[in-house]
């Protein structure tokens, strides 16, 4: 980001837009009608994004951070509009380049680094001013985002490793109470309790199940409840009862994916299957099952992988059922586990990794071979 540093992707994304730099555009959503919609719509959709975050997360003060002085709207007038733009020729362009070790630089430093000038003091006035209010409002969130050190590192000359884990981290801390709160639900529902370690292993296993994207992220909305139940419907609609006819009133995600009567005929034949599969004595519990707390220990990574792909094809085999009063089935769930397999054994046959897929699903081929020879 820093405005010194040349690469050709950068010289592409900057053509892209009339009047203001991307780099701008990443700090104040106003600037969007810079880019000419429809033409450059990945980088359009990645800045949406961006600021969609910025908003859910409530962190506008804070982000204001990336913001260019240049084409700040609450900052400028035309009068002092282009000294502005000279500043950033020595590297003054977003509030977070007047940052450093946590401070805002003094004038002098500003003189001495970047070349202003006594008529600039005025100015640089108003943006330490603006600057200070990012830093103050910073401490206040007790620095959880991380965004003013991963912006400041983005515009330095100096190497600035794991850039995006750092923001993912920096965002994921803002999402620890909410996800502690949904670990609640769940323990509540189901009567049982998750530490906040189990809790944390639980999420990140939804990362690593499967090469695609796609099921890690069905999985994530399973854990985050995005689906919604019949007890949350008849908050809406009066009478919603489980669907399944059982019979139960207040039919939370537990008695949905769980507790409902129905369905125990199915989650008994998973569970006998998970256990010849893996050669393991797995508790029947929902604890276990579902919510992959794991009071066992795998013998290798392989049992997990395949352990966390079979419940994700649990999860899929209920969710087709949404709404419906018929229960999945058996057979239901396998083939979904052939979908699945199938898809992973092209990924690895890409990535030119076979072995991996005997590693992961060696137990399951085996298992599924007598009725399906040409699995392998
Ligand atoms: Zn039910």
Known sequence: MQPSHTARWKEIECEMTNGAPVQAIVGEKGLMQYLEEGEHQWISLALKIWHNIIRSNNMKEIGKVSRWCAFDHELITDRWNNRFRVWNKSELAAYCTFIHHGKVKSFQELKDLHGLTNQDFHRSLQVRHLVEEIIRKDKEEKMKTGILKVFSGAYSSEPNNKIIARLYAGLQSLR??????????????????????????LIHSQWETTCSSTWREFGWKNITRFFISPEQKKLKEMGSGCWRQCGEENANHYHIFWGCPPIAPFWQGVHKCMKDILKMDIPFKFEILYSGKIEWEFSATKGKYLFNIMMVAVKKCIARKWLKTEVPMIDEWMEIMYEILVMERMTFTLRLQQEKLIKYWGSWIDYRKPLRPYLT
């Open 176 to 201: 620890d109470d909410i996800t502690i709160c949904l670990k609640e639900k769940w323990g509540k529902e189901g009567n049982f309790q998750l530490s906040e370690e189990e809790w944390e292993k």
